[in-house]
């Protein structure tokens, strides 16, 4: 079966560094997205990986190894407003988005 | 950006009635559809998937007599609740997506409140 692991929660402190990693095994890649999620909202789209490497933007960057079936999201300098969930999701061969469960990030003073 | 609209942005209707949602692309032709459902504090659940102009793919578990999709055009789709239960308020979200694989862009979702 499909399957995309993420940690459920994690909190972090404002200004800090806080790396939020995802694990997928699929029927295939096309590529793979971060969204964050702040509560009672829809998902906004934060990067989309479908080569090995780091892509940089901003304060957020995200990482992708296909090899290991491994993909991270680095924020930097957390600010409050960060306080969301962060979603991880696989295009399938079929095209199809396999979304994770979402980790709840909580940022403290 | 792409902007994808929904309306409405919540309704609270009696139990026994039908609710229609409506999913807009406003400034691209979206291929694909996508309608979710969120209950609290949980992951977004695709319901279904649909393309323009063809019948609507449904989830395991996801009634299609209940949940009407409609795509009648590249730029509307909507999904009709049929005969709603409390058990049916949940947040609904559409996405819609102008390529494969693209970026899907989310509406502002529709909280339905079922009483």
């Known amino acids: 079966g499909q399957n995309i692991d993420q940690p459920t929660e994690m909190t972090a402190t404002e200004g800090a560094i806080v790396q939020i990693n995802c694990t997928y095994q699929t029927s295939g890649f096309n590529g793979l997205f971060w969204y964050q999620q702040h509560a009672g909202e829809a998902p906004t789209f934060l990067s989309y990986?479908?080569l090995d490497g780091l892509e940089e933007k901003g304060r957020f960057s995200s990482f992708l190894s296909r090899s290991k079936g491994y993909s991270y999201l680095l924020l930097k300098e957390l600010q409050m407003k960060d306080s969301a969930s962060y979603l991880c999701?696989?295009?399938?061969?079929?095209?199809?988005?396999?979304w994770g469960a979402g980790t709840k990030l909580i940022i403290k003073p | 950006g792409a902007v994808v609209s929904q309306h409405p942005s919540w309704v609270i209707c009696k139990s026994g009635t039908s609710v229609k949602i409506e999913c807009r692309s406003l400034?691209?032709?979206?291929?694909?559809m996508f309608w979710y459902r969120q209950f609290p504090k949980q992951s977004l659940m695709l319901m279904a998937t649909s393309n323009e102009g063809s019948k609507a793919t449904y989830e395991q578990g996801v009634e299609k007599d209940k949940f009407l999709i409609n795509h009648a055009s590249l730029t509307l789709s909507t999904l009709t609740v049929t005969s709603a239960h409390p058990e049916d308020s949940s947040f609904y979200i559409c996405?819609?997506?102008?390529?494969?694989?693209?970026?899907?862009?989310f509406g502002p979702g529709t909280r339905l409140t079922v009483t």
């Open positions: 996405s819609a997506r102008d390529r494969e694989p693209g970026e899907q862009y």
């Open positions: 990986n479908v």
């Open positions: 999701a696989v295009v399938d061969s079929n095209y199809q988005l396999i």
């Open positions: 400034d691209f032709q979206a291929t694909t």
